[in-house]
């Protein structure tokens, strides 16, 4: 385990950063950072502290990235993680670089998602949690977990959240081991997400003149795209979703060919890794085809 007596280098990279309340989930705490060379670092998190330490993460992986050159050469097959636990960080890097290659063949139709039984996440505390922190929003939202075709040891959800009115979807993913993992990530993801809808709703009342076109671009390719792809039959569920840490890590060895590559970081608070996947098929990470919420989309 890294320790954190060094974090001054993470946060001198900030240009500023401020505690965030979602319209749509007030109950979770958002902690968000530009950094110096204009890239914005999130964290969302049950507490201060959760959503602190994911905001640092993610600007340790911004930085190593921007020092190796990758901010605008990664695709589809390539996962990114910082975490202050190298084998935490690793997992972690193996994981996304499965997500988004999992989420890009659902996107195309290659690969099915399932509705996770409403029965299944009030079981396991989902529904309940979800429920708390959006209690006391002042706009109300309905959200639903759909769940892919498992592949290679490694589960990917997909967290869709609209309007009452069916309108302004947004998606959250999150792949895992464990599906009790994912399903957590992938609702963390989307309320994360959500905070685009907010830019595009003080678009909407003349409140600020920020560019949100490719927020909305984004939001209607959802409204076109997931009717078609997000069915209504309901998932069969692991009878046993949660899984330890170690059993998390012995799944990965079932994986596709990989390659790890850490990346240099001169924060030794934070690991930096680079998970590719060689035997996937190369895909962009946005564009108007792409089902990733991206300003280049």
């Known amino acids: ?25 007030p109950g979770v705490d958002i902690f968000q950072a530009l950094t110096t060379s204009g890239a914005t670092a999130s964290g969302l998190g049950d507490t201060r502290n959760a959503s602190t330490s994911r905001c640092i993460s993610e600007t ?7 020092a190796a050159q990758l901010t605008g050469a990664a695709f589809t097959n390539f996962g ?8 935490s960080a690793k997992h972690a890097a193996h994981l996304e670089a499965h997500e988004r290659v999992q989420i890009w063949q659902w996107w195309q139709g290659q690969r099915h998602a399932k509705r996770i039984p409403a029965e299944w996440l009030q079981t396991h505390g989902f529904d309940t949690w979800l429920s708390t922190h959006r209690a006391t929003a002042s706009i109300k939202r309905q959200t639903g977990l759909w769940l892919l075709t498992p ?28 599906v009790f993992e994912a399903v957590s990530k ?10 685009n809808l907010v830019e ?16 909305e671009r984004k939001i209607a390719q959802y409204a076109a795209r997931c009717p078609a792809i997000l069915r209504q039959e309901e998932a069969s569920m692991p009878a046993t979703p949660k899984k330890s840490f170690e059993t998390q890590l012995a799944a990965l060895e079932t994986t596709p060919t990989s390659t790890l590559q850490e990346l240099p970081m001169p924060c030794p608070s934070r690991s930096v890794w680079k998970c590719t996947l060689t ?16 300003r280049s989309t």
């Open 80 to 87: 990114f993680a910082a975490h202050s636990d190298t084998a």
């Open 279 to 294: 035997e996937t098929r190369q895909l962009p990470p946005s564009g108007p085809s792409s089902p990733f919420m991206s």
């Open 1 to 25: 385990m890294k320790n954190d007596a060094d974090l001054g280098f993470l946060i001198s990279a900030w240009d500023r950063s401020d505690r965030r309340k979602s319209l749509f989930a």
């Open 186 to 195: 992938a609702l963390r993801e989307n309320l994360l997400m959500e905070l």
């Open 200 to 215: 595009v709703m003080a678009t909407r009342g003349g409140f600020t003149k920020g560019d949100t076109s490719w927020i």
């Open 60 to 66: 340790a992986e911004i930085l190593a990235k921007e």
């Open 151 to 178: 592949a290679s040891g490694v589960l990917t959800v997909i967290c869709k959240s609209k309007s009452q009115m069916d309108e302004d979807i947004i998606l959250g993913f999150g792949a895992a081991t464990c």
